[in-house]
């Protein structure tokens, strides 16, 4: 299951209470907005790189 790293615990485990999950590409993405603003998300190469990985996917979402 593609998903399931971030559902279940070493993608293989139901989370627990108390469990303390990670996402250092997350964690980067935010100081990347908290260093560029807001129109960051919109444009530029923050923008490309999630309009290009919902691509890959066949989703709907382009930058505009």
Do not use: C, H, V
Not at 7 to 28: C, H, S, V, Y
Not at 29 to 52: V, W
């Amino acid at each position: 299951m593609e998903n399931a790293p971030g559902f279940l615990k070493d993608g293989l485990f139901a989370w627990e209470a108390g469990d303390i999950a990670t996402n250092p590409e997350l964690a980067e993405t935010y100081r990347y907005l908290a260093e560029n603003g807001p129109q960051a998300f919109y444009k530029g190469e923050l923008a490309d790189k999630i309009s290009n990985l919902i691509e890959s996917k066949e989703g709907f979402l382009r930058k505009t």
